[in-house]
Each structure stands twice: as C-alpha cells, then as structure tokens.
T-cell receptor, first 117, second 109 residues
Framework: GAVVSQHPSRVICKSGTSVKIECRSLDFQATTMFWYRQFPKQSLMLMAT?????????EQGVEKDKFLINHASLTLSTLTVTSAHPEDSSFYICSARDLTSGYHEQYFGPGTRLTVT | GIQVEQSPPDLILQEGANSTLRCNFSDSVNNLQWFHQNPWGQLINLFY???GTKQNGRLSATTVATERYSLLYISSSQTTDSGVYFC???????????FGKGTTLSVSS
C-alpha cells in the first residue's frame, strides 16, 4: 500500500513558539492531503483539506491564522502551529488520497504528538 | 454527512477468541474503509470495501451496501489486535473521511 510519512513524530515546544509538521506521500502523488487532530480518548477531528497549489479549506472552528497549511508540491504538505499554547497539545495526523489507485483509498501518516509547555 | 454507528463501543476478549464488529451507516456509499488505530496512534488500512467481501489473513470484512451495514470479523484474536477500529464510509469521491467513535478492542493474554 501507499506510504505517508510525518516529521517530527514527537515535539515539545514552549508556549508562544511555532512548530512545523511535515507530511509526505512517499510513493505516490497526492493532489489532496488532509489534516486531523486527535485528543486523548477521542476520535479524529478533521481540521483542513490541503490542495496542492491552492489555499487550504478549513473546517468550521479551526483558526486558519493559527494553523497555517501549505501544500507546495504533490508529495508535501506542512502544518505550522503558530504561537502555540498548551491547549494546542494534541496528536496531529495527516492523510493523503492516492487518486491513481482508482479507489481513492486514503492513507494516514504515523502522527505527530505535540506538547506545548 | 453520513451518520455512522459502530457496535459494540467497547469489546474485551481473551486471546484466541473470535469477534464481529458492526458498522451501520445512514446513506448510500461509494467508499468505505476499515482502519485499525494501534495503541501508538498509527492508523492502519485494513480494507477498502464499499461492497462485497474481502479477506486478509485472520481478518475479513463484508459490506452489504443495499442494507447499509458493514461487518469486520477478527478470528483467533491476538494482543496486537488491541486498539480502536474505525469504519469510515463516504459518498463523495475526493473528500475527507469523517470519523466516528469507533470500537475499542482490548485483547488480553
């Protein structure tokens, strides 16, 4: 199956700083990637849809100025958490859809655990 | 969007037992995936199964699209099967998958 990677897998930062998370599709091209957030014992919550070469589409309640998404190539999308606060601590997961498969099956990265102190 | 109900919400098994997880959904679908989220958070693709039956080792899945449900069978469960199982249907190609609460499985030795 298709492989999606994320970097870093774990990050600790101080309140007020910014953190960038990378999501890469390793063996396929992804015109669309998705970003999710998951709090402990809860399900995945969609944050935004990232389209290559255009602006991301954010879900209601997600601050676009706080969670900056860039999808500059067919294999890379980045999520930058700006001016992070402790309430931003969460598990962030990206996914990508392999359109060439004909099935539009969605594959997920291993996630990034963010802790803001 | 499509409403999903998974049952049971929680399941505790002894190693070696078999189990069936059920997913009911509210609308017709052209895409349905089963995922396993392991205790480390990784989401693993189990099946892409908008209809029909598929098998992969100890796991198999059946989707009856006309009756709007899907089943995931786990045979001879192992401790590594522990985690959360998500059934995620959609009816719009190219859109994000929306996750429900899933079924939390705990397998003890």
């Amino acid at each position: 199956g298709a492989v999606v990677s994320q970097h870093p897998s774990r990050v600790i930062c101080k309140s007020g700083t910014s953190v960038k998370i990378e999501c890469r599709s390793l063996d396929f091209q992804a015109t669309t990637m998705f970003w999710y957030r998951q709090f402990p014992k809860q399900s995945l919550m969609l944050m935004a849809t990232s389209n290559e070469g255009s602006k991301a589409t954010y879900e209601q309640g997600v601050e676009k100025d706080k969670f900056l998404i860039n999808h500059a190539s067919l294999t890379l999308s980045t999520l930058t958490v700006t001016s992070a606060h402790p309430e931003d601590s969460s598990f962030y997961i990206c996914s990508a859809r392999d359109l060439t498969s004909g099935y539009h099956e969605q594959y997920f990265g291993p996630g990034t655990r963010l802790t803001v102190t | 969007g499509i409403q999903v109900e998974q049952s049971p919400p929680d399941l505790i098994l002894q190693e070696g037992a078999n189990s069936t997880l059920r997913c009911n959904f509210s609308d017709s679908v052209n895409n349905l995936q089963w995922f396993h989220q392991n205790p480390w958070g990784q989401l693993i693709n189990l099946f892409y199964i908008p209809s029909g039956t598929k098998q992969n080792g100890r796991l198999s899945a059946t989707t009856v699209a006309t009756e709007r449900y899907s089943l995931l069978y786990i045979s001879s469960s192992q401790t590594t099967d522990s985690g959360v199982y998500f059934c995620v249907p959609s009816n719009q190609a190219g859109t994000a998958l929306i996750f429900g609460k899933g079924t939390t499985l705990s397998v003890s030795s």
